[in-house]
């Protein structure tokens, strides 16, 4: 049996599978967070509706059709690094070594990440990068799941290049990588979820508090484009000083029982 060996043939090959699993990671995961939005949005978690702006059908349909565009964009790396393992230049992935150190990998991928994203998102909203990279995400005032891939082409590609960055370093099993694509667009539907779906005290738990909620993208959002640039954890945000300072007490507000809950209003302005 030949094995395709240039772009074209790898392209050829696989695009279409490739193209057909990102996408469908997509939209189950963004699908299921929607639904789930959508059904507790008719019980009491109704109140837990961060902003009481409405996604517009028009946000819907940017989000989505860029969400397209970014799977397109990964689909392109993945052929890339394809065909640079073919060549020799950059490893299979791994089978399992054992169930310990794989978990060890999933927990080193996560925080690896969780640092790329954090400062590839504070780099993208520099004044001198902001407008052709970040500034379309950030169209998004009120997010919804569908917003989770909403990205300008440089940044899909920035997003696309954390993993042959990854896997140039770590030989990385493959069911890691398969888990660790499955978190990452859970997590980032959730956070973009619009409705907060974390417990109540999660912000000033000793140790759930180092773990994002929907509130803490929301906030990015909506409140303040300086604060909150994290992604799984919120590690970073705290270290550096980016926190929101009133995401505890906006997130208190949100999980609060619908009776006692006042208006979200208090979040300042967006300012760049
Ligand atoms: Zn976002
Ligand atoms: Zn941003």
Redesign the pocket.
Known sequence: MNHPTTLIEIAAERAVPIFVFDMARYVIAAGLIAALVWALRRTAWASRKIQKREATWKDFRREFLASMRTVIVYTLVAIGVMWAIRHGWMRELEMSYSFGTDLLALGGILIAHDAYFYWAHRAMHHPKLFKSFHKF?HQ?MT?TPW?AYSFALPEAFVMAMFMPIWMMLVPTPGWVVFTFLAVMILRNTM??AGLELHARGWASHPVLKWISTTTH?DL??CGSYSHNYGFYFTFWDKVMGTEHPDYVKVYDRVTAPSLQRPSTDAVPSPAQ
């Open positions: 995400h998004t997010p917003a956070g973009h993208h990015h959002h």
